[in-house]
């Protein structure tokens, strides 16, 4: 079950060398070790209490937000599974924030941030298990940007508007 969750900060760090912007993670007090991409946190989830789900923005500025996805193990303290959607190449297609987060069933969240004409945002379908995958998806590939991997915790997919 997906519960929204208020015990989370972002403790920004000092960009590096080369520009990059990250922050450490806390959850009741508790630091995560990994470096999140990103500076702002807009929402935290947590879900079946194992995992933590949470959305970190970066403003680079003028049609430059870029939306973060990170997937915690909330026992062991690390990042499970991640994704991007803005950016690079597409930078110019996310002058929008993040918003309209709905919770829309025990394992399913939808939710707006870079949308195209003709979509209601995007969907996130969280898995109590580990889905094989193929490494990489061509679904969403120039949208999406995932870390190559055989195993998924969740899927990204675009919420098309029912006609």
Known sequence: MIKPISNITLKPLPKSKRGKISSLV??????????????????????????????VTEDGGPWEEVLFIYLFDSKNYHIVDRAKIGGGAYAWLSACGLWNIKILSDHTLSFEFMSFEGTDGWLLKLFKKPIKTFPFTLRNLFHVWRPISFKRHFLIEINKKLL
């Open 26 to 55: 806390e959850v009741d007090g508790v630091c995560y070790d990994e470096k999140l991409e990103g500076r702002y946190l807009e929402m935290a989830f947590s879900y079946d209490d194992c995992y933590v789900l949470i959305f």
